[in-house]
T-cell receptor
Framework: AQSVTQPDIHITVSEGASLELRCNYS??????LFWYVQSPGQGLQLLLK??????LVQGIKGFEAEFKRSQSSFNLRKPSVHWSDAAEYFC???????????FGAGTRLFVKA | GAGVSQSPSNKVTEKGKDVELRCDPI?????LYWYRQSLGQGLEFLIY????????KSGLPSDRFSAERTGGSVSTLTIQRTQQEDSAVYLC???????????FGSGTQLSVL
């Protein structure tokens, strides 16, 4: 069974600074990996996904994530954070073949001026 | 509609009462999930329906929780003899197969008094 860990419950960064949110997964083969964002009062929105191929994936809103098989990680990055990025971010892992998608506990991002 | 629809959006009930939460997925999506999001918690997997396969009920927290999906479309999550710890937002999501991008509903905020 797959699992996902987000080690940071919350992170605070200054506006304009770079961001990296950590995600580690457990799965016996190459999983499907996702990052979702939940803004205050909003539903969950997909930022990006990795299925196969290029290990660096680009998403919406200037986000990117890198799949590192050797570290079982799929960290989310953004070079310059905007105040509107303040939200909760969820990493998720799925598996090919129609297996269920499991979410991490989430990381809440605070952006200070 | 074009998205995942959940009803009611808010439900207030008394401890010990039964509640039913409804989810209408996107037409054509074979996979349907229920998740629970408690205050300060991540997305807790509850149950997963995929096509005609037996549902994965491994996330249901107790036998007071049950769910069904009729005709491969609408799903109902039932909580019997509600407890205060059941208070949470219950989110429904659907996807084409289950291992791909999930489309979330707006959730049902359940409050057990």
């Amino acid at each position: 069974a797959q699992s996902v860990t987000q080690p940071d419950i919350h992170i605070t960064v200054s506006e304009g600074a770079s961001l990296e949110l950590r995600c580690n997964y457990s799965y016996g083969a190459t999983p499907y990996l996702f990052w979702y964002v939940q803004s205050p009062g909003q539903g969950l929105q997909l930022l990006l996904k990795y299925f196969s191929g290029d290990t660096l994936v680009q998403g919406i809103k200037g986000f990117e994530a890198e799949f590192k098989r050797s570290q079982s990680s799929f960290n989310l990055r953004k070079p310059s954070v905007h105040w509107s990025d303040a939200a909760e971010y969820f990493c998720a892992v799925g598996a090919p073949g129609g297996f269920k998608t499991i979410f991490g506990a989430g990381t809440r991002l605070f952006v200070k001026a | 509609g074009a998205g995942v629809s959940q009803s009611p959006s808010n439900k207030v009930t008394e401890k010990g009462k039964d509640v039913e939460l409804r989810c209408d997925p996107i037409s054509g999506h074979t996979a349907l999930y229920w998740y629970r999001q408690s205050l300060g918690q991540g997305l807790e997997f509850l149950i997963y329906f995929q096509g005609n396969s037996a549902p994965d009920k491994s996330g249901l927290p107790s036998d007071r929780f049950s769910a069904e999906r009729t005709g491969g479309s609408v799903s109902t999550l039932t909580i019997q003899r509600t407890q205060q710890e059941d208070s949470a937002v219950y989110l429904c999501a659907s996807s084409l197969r289950g291992d791909e991008k999930l489309f979330f509903g707006s959730g049902t905020q359940l409050s057990v008094l």
